[in-house]
């Protein structure tokens, strides 16, 4: 057992395994012969950690060199060769015995170089293919013999280890998706977490304050208790004086009563005196009519009597005069006489009026008794009134003060009672409150969890990536996935877009253009994708088009390409011929290069490249015959006829290639430019579709001095770069490793595609192809590029790299500003395009 436990560490694949490898060799012989029985591929399933290249451990080489073991080949070839020609001389005798020696040691020692020389080539080959060049040269082999079989056993087992290589792969990709989906379901899980703890903590906190709040009720149920004892026992006593204020109130009813009959006796005893009072009145006016006929009498008696006093002095002077006295004393007489008739009647009548004046004085006091008969009752009536009303005053107050009493306490215990109340109320309305809260935080628990199973399946947002895994696109696109990737890590790092994890639906369209097709369609119909990041060839990216169209999907295209399209489905990242291929061309006749190799693999994007540069060279003074196309299959090995058309063309001086090879092919095509011993002094090879990606299916090819045209080179000093170069060495796990231009565009599509989804807040395509249009981002080229609102191109800047000797492109010159995409090439007519779309 000369090789076992081979531990595969990184590749040209850009992925990582570790197998144990069983093979055997049979113990060299006299003839040198030995077989190499291959490892089982069923143990090829090891642990897939990221890394850039397949190496084999140092003692595996050992093994593989046979250093260790066997020594020099050709010493041990040699021995036993010498010793057969040497017998065979003896046998013989043809030479005798010391010239046939030499000869035969001679012979043998040829034989053992020759043999050492091509074990050494099988054996380099051999590490190359171990180390994770599959695309390593084996020397050809001469006859059937062991070398023939040892070259076939090396070819069988780069051919396995290929198989290898994409069993792998297909491993890591899986387990990627699964890690990213783990990914995605943990970021949920936190998510519902997070409102879990938050309902708990709800929960608790309300639980908390019920446990307070039922407290706190208690105690103001005991206090409440006490103030409704207290207040019991004054509504008791509020009773008790609201009995005595009933039998209060029934006294002074009857009281009331009792007032009313005697009201009613002063009111008749009252219009009685008020009857007996006019009647007073009426007698006293006839008195007083009496009183003035009295009057009237009294002034006719005093009349009377002045007549008769002074008849009674005539009388008397007559009788003084004697004689004739009698005579004059009769005449005095008859009128004395006469007025005593007069005095007599006016007596009569005096006496007359003086009986009607005493009648009527009788009337008047006896009315006047009535009158105060009926005073004296109504004064008695009052008095009994006054008293009654008295009595019912005090009973009044006595009532008062009772209901003021009442009231005051009733006024006193009433807003113990209310604040008593309103606290209870307040502590119920809380616990209410507090219940409704929970209620309502319960109802989102159970949304919560409903949300969240149903989160599991659909609350992702998934992006399709769409890259080649194997095949001979692998070591192009492998790198583009990995990006991706990491960016998607990173957007749920950081919570996620629009508070959703993203998820990676991983394809491997196995470098077939129609397989792209049909991914796509499965991504868009059964994961339901928001945008597919992927493609590289034209070929596939056509084979795409009507599948997104179809589902109105968009594909976000990092690759440099022909243009001559224009797609609603489509954001182009990637560099146009005017950004990428004339910049290329205009560089190279700034260096005085006049004759044009322009070789690429035979489909739409170098035969449209190609048709733009024709038309721009002669526009800048370059004849068709100083230009010649080459165009060869996809995965093309087979260099040998081509390198040599190539160089008899550019021999001339002044020349360059123009390459869009795509691929694995680029491999050999460069081995054999080595092979040729062609220099790139002489004739330097610009590549569209080499860069920093590509440098390790390429170790070993000496690629220095040749030039290369990107929007991004890996070697920029920025600070955007740099920060971008560090996250992706962190990444994969290898501090030299370094970005090219597929991945700065990949990286460019993400960060417009997550920031335009922001803006819209929504993942709906045509929201977010609204949003994407003039957006713009700081790019790691150090420029900030710009998204065409009306192309979907980017407007990007222009770069032009020399390949140095340690595996880095360097910038030779960087266009002043964005380069504009111009889909629609001015150098290319509408019959070229619509014919090469046909093709």
């Known amino acids: 057992m000369w090789m076992s436990g081979v531990r595969v560490i990184a590749g040209s694949r850009g992925l990582a395994l570790s197998h144990q490898t069983n093979a055997t060799a049979q113990n060299i012989s006299g003839t040198a012969t030995y077989s190499c029985a291959m490892f089982d591929r069923r143990q090829c399933f090891g642990n897939v950690i990221r890394a850039n290249r397949f190496t084999l451990d140092r003692h595996c080489c050992d093994s593989f060199c046979m250093t260790q073991r066997f020594g020099k080949p050709a010493f041990w070839i040699a021995i036993p060769a010498f010793v057969v020609a040497a017998a065979t001389l003896a046998v013989g005798n043809t030479f005798g015995s010391i010239p046939g020696i030499g000869m035969a040691a001679f012979g043998a020692f040829i034989i053992g170089l020759f043999a050492e020389n091509r074990l050494s080539e099988l054996i380099a080959g051999l590490v190359r293919i171990a180390q994770g060049d599959r695309f390593a040269s084996l020397p050809t082999a001469i006859g ?361 639906v991983i394809a491997d369209p196995g470098s077939e253009p129609s397989h792209y097709a049909t991914h796509a369609k499965d991504m868009l119909e059964k994961h339901d994708v928001a945008a597919i990041f992927g493609c590289w060839s034209s070929a596939s990216r056509q084979q795409a088009l009507p599948v997104l169209k179809q589902h109105n999907g968009i594909l976000f295209y990092p690759s440099q390409y022909e243009g001559e399209e224009q797609s609603p489905h489509v954001f182009y990242t990637g560099a146009t011929p005017r950004q990428q291929a004339l910049p290329a061309v205009d560089y190279l006749l700034a260096q005085d290069r006049r004759r044009f190799i322009l070789v690429g693999t035979d489909y739409v994007y170098p035969r449209t490249t190609n048709a733009i540069l024709r038309n721009y060279l002669a526009s800048r003074g370059i004849g068709a015959q100083a230009i010649m196309d080459v165009y060869v299959p996809s995965g093309e090995r087979i260099w040998r006829e081509t390198i040599e058309r190539i160089r008899t063309f550019g021999g001339g001086g002044n020349a360059a290639i123009v390459s869009t090879i795509s691929g694995d092919s680029n491999v050999h095509f460069f081995r054999e430019y080595v092979r040729q011993q062609i220099s790139p002094h002489s004739l330097p090879v610009m590549t569209l579709s080499i860069g920093e990606g590509e440098l390790n299916s390429l170790a070993g090819v000496p690629m220095e001095g040749h030039l290369a045209s990107w929007s991004y080179l890996g070697a920029i000093n920025d600070p955007h770069n740099r920060d971008f170069t560090r996250r992706w060495r962190t990444f994969i796990g290898n501090d030299k490793a370094v970005p090219n231009d597929p991945m700065e565009a990949t990286f460019i599509g993400f960060k417009m595609w997550i920031a335009a989804v922001e803006k819209a807040g929504t993942t709906d395509v045509d929201a977010v192809r609204r949003a994407l249009a003039g957006m713009t981002c700081d790019a790691p080229s150090g420029f900030t590029v710009r998204m065409d609102g009306e192309t979907q191109h980017l407007h990007k800047p222009a770069f032009i790299g020399r390949f140095d000797g340690n595996g880095a492109i360097l910038p030779v010159w960087i266009s002043d500003g964005l380069v504009p995409p111009e889909p629609w090439s001015p150098w290319l007519t509408r019959s070229e395009t619509d014919l090469r779309r046909a093709s």
């Open 144 to 504: 059937d013999g062991a070398l023939q079989k040892f070259d076939q056993a090396a070819e069988a087992m780069r051919a396995a280890l290929g198989q290898a290589d994409d069993i792998a792969i297909d491993r890591d990709r899986r387990a990627t998706e699964s890690r990213l989906r783990q990914a995605g379901r943990i970021f949920i899980t936190r998510r519902f977490q997070v409102a879990i703890n938050d309902v708990m903590a709800t929960f608790t906190g309300a639980g908390e304050r019920i446990r307070i709040t039922a407290a706190d009720l208690a105690t103001r149920n005991r206090t409440m208790s006490d103030r409704v004892a207290s207040a019991a026992q004054i509504a008791e006593a509020a009773a008790m004086d609201a009995a005595k204020v009933a039998d209060a109130a029934q006294k002074v009813r009857e009281i009331v009563l009792q007032s009313g009959h005697h009201v009613e006796a002063a009111r008749t005893a009252g219009e009685r005196t008020a009857a007996e009072l006019r009647h007073a009145d009426e007698t006293v006016r006839s008195l007083h009519d009496a009183a003035q006929q009295i009057d009237v009498v009294l002034k006719l008696i005093q009349s009377i009597a002045g007549q008769t006093s002074l008849l009674a002095l005539n009388a008397t002077i007559e009788a003084a005069r004697a004689g004739e006295a009698g005579r004059g004393f009769a005449v005095v007489a008859s009128e004395v006489k006469e007025l005593a008739q007069q005095t007599a009647r006016a007596t009569n009548e005096i006496r007359g009026q003086i009986v009607g004046i005493q009648t009527a004085v009788k009337q008047t006091a006896e009315a006047i008794g009535a009158v105060t008969s009926s005073v004296d009752a109504t004064s008695v009536v009052n008095r009994d009134l006054n008293a009654m009303l008295d009595q019912q005053l005090v009973e009044l107050d006595e009532i008062g003060n009772e209901a003021n009493r009442v009231a005051i306490t009733v006024a006193r215990a009433l807003p113990d009672i209310q604040s008593a109340i309103s606290e209870v109320a307040e502590a119920s309305e809380s616990v209410l409150h507090t219940a409704d809260d929970l209620s309502a935080r319960s109802q989102s628990l159970v949304t919560s969890i409903g949300g969240y199973f149903k989160e599991l399946d659909h609350g992702a947002i998934r992006i399709g990536i769409l890259h080649s895994l194997s095949g001979t696109l692998t070591a192009s696109e492998r790198p583009l996935q990995q990006l991706i990737v990491m960016l998607i890590e990173q957007v749920n790092q950081a919570g996620g877009l629009l508070h959703r994890p993203l998820e990676a």
